[in-house]
């Protein structure tokens, strides 16, 4: 047996990023930048003005209750019509260009306005309300980072430097296969000798949450002819997971498979509890993880390596679930022979964070992980963990 973090080395050293493709920005949203993106733009192009008010000379408000002439309004959109005298003002709107001589703006909420005057009700400090030009992003900047992943803000930068085609990574297609004589796929007749395939649809899940596109190959029997005929399907496939087929019963096949014709299998068994029963290789020179079938098993060995697997090949900086330290509320034993992964949920409390085991703890109990956000994770060699000890959790829900 070799450890979570050897098994994950072997994986990701075996896996290179797919290559680049252009995306329109629309379509950019949760992929990862192939390259470093420099902006050409100064973000504001302009000094500005950050709020509806009135733009001065902070020397001629020295005291509340100055009348100040308004020498003409300046909406957002419009260029100003020059500098202003003395004892003067501009009425200005927020994201309309600060007039020349200006070096604040008094919010419109501080003044009172009569005819063409204002009297201003609060005495402004020096640059007060004003946007400088490039005080965002200046041109040249490196705004955002190759193997960054895109969201709302990163499209919205790439807007505002005006990058309507964005250079990402492919989107892996990750071929998935259940095995197993038990299994019964959701078109088919439920019997009492038989489980509904529930793997496939976890993991066609996980693979799309995390941003690959799933290539569903349905359910191989306990057959080596129905197990080939069914990877056969998976020629133009990225990444293969299986789930089932790698224990050590007469008819678990992947790995057989793995060892055999033009295919490999690196390494078989993982020091991880649950999930041991895990191999890796390639099937027609295809990566190809095998995971355990217990459901459980199978999400936590997805997110241990095949999700950042995924993740690689979409060229993402941050390949590894977020860790955090929380404090136990109900005490832990483990055989401490394996690193365990306990499903628990995380929680904040005051000023800390609080997490505790989410009930039975079996590999085929599946509700324990639907009722979960995190791992946490006890080390090998340690037996108990007291309530009030602070624990590391891998946080799998990022809606926690």
């Known amino acids: 047996m070799i450890s979570v973090k050897q098994a994950r080395d ?12 252009i995306v329109y920005l629309e379509d ?92 201003a009700n609060k005495v402004p400090k020096i640059h007060q309300h004003i946007r400088f030009k490039g005080e965002d992003i200046k041109a040249g900047d490196t705004v ?21 085609l964005v250079p990402c990574h492919q989107r892996p297609v990750v071929a998935v296969l259940a095995t197993g004589d038990e299994i019964a796929d959701l078109d088919e007749t439920l019997s009492q000798e038989k489980i509904s395939s529930s793997n496939s649809y976890t993991l066609i899940s996980l693979i799309r949450e995390a941003g690959g596109i799933p290539l569903y190959l349905g359910v191989a029997r306990d057959n080596r002819k129905d197990l080939a005929q069914k990877l056969s399907m998976a020629k133009k496939a990225d990444l293969i997971l299986t789930s089932g087929g790698v224990s050590m019963g007469d008819y678990d096949m992947v790995k057989d498979v793995m060892s055999q014709g033009g295919n490999s299998m690196e390494f078989w068994k993982v020091e991880m509890k649950p999930g041991r029963p895990l191999a890796f290789g390639t099937i027609s020179n295809i990566p190809a993880i095998g995971l355990p079938g217990n459901p459980v098993s199978t999400m936590t060995s997805f997110y241990q390596f095949a999700r950042p697997a995924v993740l690689k090949m979409m060229g993402a900086a941050n390949l590894l679930l977020p860790v955090v330290c929380a404090k136990l509320v109900s005490e832990i034993k483990s055989k401490g022979d394996r690193p365990e992964y306990v499903r628990g949920m995380i929680e904040k409390k005051g000023p800390d964070l609080i997490v505790s085991p989410t009930g039975p703890q079996g590999s085929g109990i599946l509700s324990s992980m639907a009722r979960g956000n995190c791992f ?3 080390s090998k060699d340690t037996t108990i963990v007291h309530e009030g000890d602070y624990i590391e959790c891998e946080i799998f829900e990022g809606s926690w």
């Open 376 to 378: 946490i994770v006890v």
């Open 28 to 119: 950019a949203l949760g992929r990862y930048l192939a390259t470093d993106i420099v902006s050409n733009f100064d973000i504001p192009p302009c000094d500005n003005s950050a709020m509806d008010g009135y733009a001065v000379h902070c020397a001629d408000v020295t005291e509340k209750g100055r009348l100040l002439k308004i020498a003409y309004e300046l909406p957002a959109g419009s260029s100003p019509k020059g500098p202003f005298e003395k004892g003067a003002s501009v009425k200005i709107m927020t994201g309309a260009p600060i007039p020349p001589g200006a070096d604040a703006v008094i919010m419109r909420e501080d003044t009172s306005e009569q005819a063409q005057y204002v009297t």
């Open 144 to 164: 955002l980072r190759k193997g960054s992943r895109i969201g709302p803000a990163q499209i919205g930068i790439l807007a505002s430097i005006r990058r309507i």
């Open 10 to 21: 072997i994986i990701l050293g075996s896996i290179e990023a797919l290559p680049q493709q």
